[in-house]
């Protein structure tokens, strides 16, 4: 059984920036394609980023293009996500997700291994 686990979650004012970090273990990290999601109160889970496993292709959500940069370092079994001039719209419990297969990688039903989220508050 794969474990995910976040970290890097904190209190920001807006404009400010926070980078989040995501672990694994129990398999090979670098098979699994890699995504960020995220779920304010009262809201769907949201589509932030995702990165295939070589790295290769990347993909965000429109609402945190141009803010927002996924990375991953196989080598250490993580992946990140930089997350620069923040709104306080993105206060959120923000996910990592894991997926061995490359499908719609915006969709967060495709995605087979999560983590148990770690908290971003955005204050104005």
């Known amino acids: 059984q794969e474990w995910l686990v976040e970290s890097g979650g904190g209190l920001v004012q807006a404009g400010g920036s926070l980078r989040l970090s995501c672990t694994t273990s129990?398999?090979?990290?670098?098979?699994?394609?890699m995504g960020w999601f995220r779920q304010s109160p009262g809201k769907d889970l949201e589509f932030v980023a995702a990165?295939?496993?070589?790295?290769?292709?990347?993909y965000y959500g429109d609402s945190v293009k141009g803010r927002f940069a996924i990375s991953r370092d196989n080598g250490e079994n993580s992946v990140y996500l930089e997350m620069n001039n923040l709104k306080p719209e993105d206060t959120a419990l923000y996910y990592c997700?894991?997926?061995?297969?490359?499908?719609?990688?915006?969709?967060?039903?495709?995605?087979?291994?999560w983590g148990q989220g770690t908290q971003v508050t955005v204050s104005s």
């Open positions: 997700a894991g997926n061995s297969i490359e499908s719609r990688m915006d969709a967060a039903s495709d995605y087979e291994y």
């Open positions: 129990g398999r090979t990290f670098g098979n699994l394609h």
């Open positions: 990165i295939t496993w070589t790295g290769g292709h990347i």
